[in-house]
């Protein structure tokens, strides 16, 4: 069995893998192929497997179920097929499954656990060097962020104008030793590049699905996008076929990973060489070979892609309105019938741009906005940086004042009883009063004031019922006991920025 | 002739009033009338008069040029008419007539001066006791604020249960001893007004005149409030008749005072026992009936009036949207091609209601939003106060953070060339950049950041030119001199919210 290597046991929802040792002639990437069928009790699942270099090929498999199962692999080279038995087993403690849409509106791991995210974005950490990429790795695990945004593919943008440390493909880049802030739109300054499209470069997977592992052990989803618009390589321009042969493979290598959700795209909108058709075809790839169902949308810059297709799993949201973020929570979900992620709503930060300029403050009163409507909003902070090391893009360390208040903002998420707000249906009286925005869900009640600064509000619910009323300070993360009360009854509040009551009726 | 008393002279855009003795008996309000004629080489205008009380009738005039004048008044009681002669002198350095609308978007003086609103609003402060009325009289000189809003009939609201000093008609109110805020919306509580709609009580209307002649002094605009819901003494809900006779009774004693604009009401579309038939046929009263052409307009609380309608000269908004306020000006500016005031985005303050607790920062920035896509905005303040004297509605003192800012802010609005800001027009790299707002006038810029705190913003007008760069802190409210700048040029800024930079070309 020494040219067909597989573990015995797997954990339920974990990589199981069939390594098998091929031919390395021609183009192993298109002259060969390799697919198994893996069968348990409860699943019957058929995947195509990847050329890994050096002759390896793999197959790989996410079995969601726990029990005896048995694969069999079939390629066009070496004995042709291969079949094998194993066990998976029970998941551990923080292995809940992939995630899924749960309630129209939220999330929950495969397990029944809910899911809240407070996604953060670095668009190419992964390929920033190793030292970086461990920094990051601590700064997250030091945080509330249970999802990840980043790229495949390397970015070419202001701030980023270094080398990868590898590229997916073999060939050789354009040189871009002198670019600037000036010339990096200029077309003449990608003239150069040379790679063969049909040539992946497996080390660059490699990597990268080492981090989609460490993510996983964090507790982490990554949100992988698969194509960008941020090109000075010509990765966003390639042929339909070459296009297609680039999904393949990243399904074929990272779709047995629970924790991976698919964007398709970073600013769908502004890679200009691909059309509507395109993103359809990529999508319906996506459905034809990922068999996890794992989720999916597509961001946008200017315009949204349209969110009722039924392939995509929740909006992935890009601000389309520079005032207002998740105040807009409650139209989307009412327009998409689908969880509501916004997922670059202005990045806590000090440079030049507008989308990456707000205090602190400003982003967590937008998560709070999208949080308290039943939405969900994505920290990035850009913050200018001696060696233009920004966590937005390469990782690092974290400079500003909202990771601590995200982590206390999931806090009080988690003890949301049942799974996920709703937005309050206002009615006059509140409107006269116009809370920012106020949730609830059962006999829990949560009014956030957001910049307006009331001294105190008053409540009535009914004559009977008693209600635990607290004061949550949001910047400065205090949870305040303002005791129970009863019939109509006035809560005073200290008259500053960003204030909450929470009101849960006793049982 | 002591049965007509007049001036032999008056300034330029100044009240000229003939005061006439009369009958007494019977209604004088309704069963005499008194109009005049007043005709000098370039005008010729008719109005009518009014019942001033105590045997006094009166005809007010305001002439629009310097020179001889005559006039001819008719009544229908003693001698049926009168006339005379008087010379109309030039206006003093600090009269420079009615506010006329100019460029379309903006404001100016009669005589050609750009006027530049920075209104505030204090609803019934001409109703509370003459102190008070000083303090604000004191507050308003040492402020910017050159126009406010205020009402003629009192207030009935939270914060607002005391009675008026005096009432509009001859009559007595209901008993407000037993008011709440619990009950203040319960029309039990407006039991037992006893009012003659058809007798008009002077004293009430001297006392307001009063007032607009002290704010003609100061050099503010008077933007009256003729109508408005807040009531408990049925003064929104007289019939048809007894409307038309008030809007004729204020149009007759008001209009001669050049500072005087008509805002036909408050939040009228909750003012709901009026139709827009009924607000069409006041504005037809007032075009009919002031010969001045003063601004008018008319507010809404939920939704606008149709500015389009050719009466209304400038649109008179309250925010419809709670995140949105001046970001909003350039659309409006587009819709309706008139000047477009903010008369109520917000108040600073601290009080329970959404509509009345932004910080002062807040306040300010929602200013230079407007300010810099060619639009005006409105202050107002609302801090708890021991005996709820609040400057939203009683007048007093001001307490906020603002009023200093908005000093700072017409400051440099008076410094702008020409007359009044346009939008930039934005190019894609001033997408990309996200400028917050950015407006010029000729080969003026100014750019303000609002929330967004850039490190840096890099400028390229053109290769020859010579721009004067200043940054300004529109809240610490300092001018920093950023040099003269040629070519592609950046200028530093703190990384803090609420700074602009104004470009000037050097010719």
């Known amino acids: 069995m020494k040219n067909c290597i597989y573990q015995d046991t797997v954990e339920r929802w974990c990589v199981f893998e069939v390594t098998v040792e091929g031919p390395t002639d021609g183009n192993p990437f298109v002259d060969y192929y390799i697919k198994g069928v893996f069968k348990g009790k409860n699943e019957e699942v058929e995947v195509d497997g990847f050329y890994d270099g050096e002759g390896i090929y793999k197959v790989r498999f996410m079995p969601s179920f726990e029990g005896d199962y048995s694969f069999k692999i079939h390629c066009n080279f070496g004995d042709k097929s291969y079949s094998g038995n194993y066990t ?89 030793s002198s670019l600037t802030r000036d010339n990096f739109m200029d077309p003449k300054i990608f003239e150069g590049n040379d790679w063969d499209f049909k040539r992946f470069n497996p080390k660059h997977f490699q990597l990268i699905e080492n981090r989609i592992q460490d993510l996983m052990d964090l507790g982490i989803e990554a949100d992988i996008i698969v194509m960008h618009p941020y090109d000075r390589w010509g990765f966003s321009k390639m042929s339909a076929e070459e296009d297609d042969l680039y999904w393949k493979y990243v399904i074929a290598r990272f779709a047995a990973y629970r924790n ?153 998420l988690c003890d949301v009883p049942g799974h996920g707000l709703k937005e309050y249906p206002l009615s006059w009286d509140s409107v006269t009063g116009v809370p920012e925005s106020l949730a609830y869900q059962g006999d829990y009640y949560l009014e956030y004031y957001g910049f307006s600064r009331p001294s105190f509000r008053t409540f009535y619910f009914d004559d009977t019922s008693k209600y635990q009323v607290d004061i949550i300070d949001t910047w400065n993360m205090t949870i305040t006991d303002a005791g129970i009360h009863q019939g109509k009854f006035t809560i005073n509040l200290p008259g500053r920025e960003y204030m909450a009551i929470r009101i849960r009726k006793i049982k």
Chains 1, 2 share one sequence.
């Open 260 to 412: 991976v959700w698919w964007s398709l795209a970073n600013e769908y909108d502004v890679v200009h060489s691909k059309t509507i058709e395109d993103w359809q075809r990529y999508a319906s790839i996506i459905c034809e070979k990922d068999p996890y169902n794992h989720l999916h949308s597509i961001h946008n810059c200017f315009s949204f892609y349209d969110f009722s297709r039924p392939w995509i799993t929740h909006c992935s949201i890009q601000r389309v309105d520079l005032y207002k973020t998740g105040e807009l929570v409650s139209e989307w979900r009412h327009r998409y019938q689908k969880p509501v992620v916004l997922d670059e709503i202005c990045y806590e930060g000090n440079i030049e741009h507008g989308w990456g300029n707000i205090s602190g403050q400003e982003l967590v009163r937008r998560f709070w906005e999208a949080t308290c409507r039943g939405g969900y909003a994505s920290h990035g902070e850009t913050y200018l940086h001696p060696q233009d090391i920004l966590w937005w893009s390469h990782g690092g360390e974290l400079h500003g004042e909202s990771p601590e208040r995200l982590k206390f903002l999931y806090k009080i």
């Open 88 to 176: 998976v087993t029970p998941a551990s403690e923080n292995n809940h499954g992939p995630v899924r849409v749960a309630n129209t509106y939220h999330f929950a791991y495969e397990d029944g656990t809910p899911y809240y995210p407070i996604g953060t974005t670095c668009y190419v950490w992964t390929h920033q060097k190793p030292e970086l990429q461990e920094k990051t790795l601590e700064s997250l695990k030091n945080s509330a962020f249970n999802k990840i945004r980043f790229c495949i593919f390397p970015k070419h943008y202001v701030y980023n104008f270094n080398e990868p440390q590898t590229y997916p493909y073999e060939g050789t880049p354009c040189d871009s």
